[in-house]
């Protein structure tokens, strides 16, 4: 018989399967009473129960039915009387497509029991069957989906942007390099050092760190685009918001200035919430009661003030709070955080600002969003439009709860004379970047965009507070297993 997803089975569509002979498969998560067999597929965070009159069967079968063995069951699906479940499934047939041994099962994070979110990251291989984990990667597709959608919808043609590239896109040469040369004895040039010349593309190659500039020269064409791929960084920062390997969304429009591009961002953030809000109700939920647990756990002064579902309605319901970099100064330094010497790093105009300083914004001062404009040029790249006052450029950043940074973008510099000033000061060959230099001189517009980091986001939209708890196998200094 045709096996029918659970999802569907569970759903109002199910109903009228009631009464009918039908086929589940999925992994047991748990057998109570020789009888209960729940049962679950992935396809949505709810099990199915299915009972069995254990008589009927051979024990050896019964034995087979043990926490993550995969079966194969069919049999009449009949309203529930028990209270946890409104449909259930008189076992007819079952199946052991795969037997899982108690003894194997009690050394992995699949014995029935609460474990850490460390033990579950080393073994990632598995979590993917606990409900934390397939609500977290549920709603991660659902997110990637919604993005695609919303940048359909609004005209915007998706472009694959290589992932191999001789440029540093955000300066900050934080690069892995990608060689075919031999490491042990690399040929050398007369100066001594590798030469290059012989490598695969006989030049220094590296991954991408950023998209933005090959899909500037796509916008500059197609009027509208976006990049949705995979971004590395070789940047040794061990956070909770870091990984050397994240995806990045990166749209680019023609014609659009700084206050176009923070209206686009906010629609865009404001719609995936929705989206999450709106499609993902069951996970959604899950993960609102797990954040409420973990919660009631911390002392009151550490909780949040909202809770996630509230979290995502806030943001869909409220305008972010705009204001520029000097401007965001000038509250930290009039703040009592600041006077009573809260603050762990100094504030003045210049500095980069840390995470604690955007922390403050967002969660004390303004309890919102925040998109943070007009940075000073020194501590942005190399692209960003220069702004008449020459000391700062057209930059934002969008801020979030929680998270600190999670959209960075500008307008770009599209007057050919400054550009080449910046890469002289930022010592980048006007070799290296010819191509980028010479849109500048054919037809050129000014055109804006911004990166989403999407790990970050879904950070936001499960509540998990640890980046490496929403994508699959995380790489990060020191660890690229599975
Ligand atoms: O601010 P960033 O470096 O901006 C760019 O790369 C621009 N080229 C974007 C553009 O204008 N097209 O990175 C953008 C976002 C950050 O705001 C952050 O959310 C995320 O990417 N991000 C990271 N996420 C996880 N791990 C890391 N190491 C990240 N670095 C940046
Ligand atoms: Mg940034």
Redesign the pocket.
Known sequence: MKRIKIKHVLSSDGKELIGQRITVKGWVRAFRSNRFIQINDGSCLANIQAVIDFEKYDGDIIKQITTAAAVSVSGLLIASIGSEQSLELQVEEIEILGAAHPDDVQKTILQPKKHSLELLREQAHLRFRTNTFSAVFRIRHAVAYAIHHYFHSNGFFYLHTPIITGSD??GAGEMFRVSTLDPKSPPLNEAGEVDYKQDFFGKPVNLT??G?LEAELAALALGQVYTFGPTF?A?N?NTS???AE?W?I?P?VAFNDLTDNMDLTEDFLKYLCSFVVENCKEDLSFLNLREQQEQSQKPLNERNELSLVERLTFVIENPFKRLTYSEAIEVLLNSNHHKKKKFQYPIAWGIDLQSEHERYLVEKEFKCPVILSNYPAEIKAFYMRQNDDNKTVAAM?VLFPGIG??????QREERYDVLLEKCKAFKIPEEELWWYLQTRKLGTVPHA?????F??MIMFVTGMTN?RDVIPFPRTPLNASF
């Open positions: 896109a955000e760190v950023s933005q960084r940047e920062s918001r870091h990984l994240f990045m990166e680019e950043d940074e999670i959209v960075g973008g500008s965009g911004f990166g989403l980091g790990e970050r980046i």
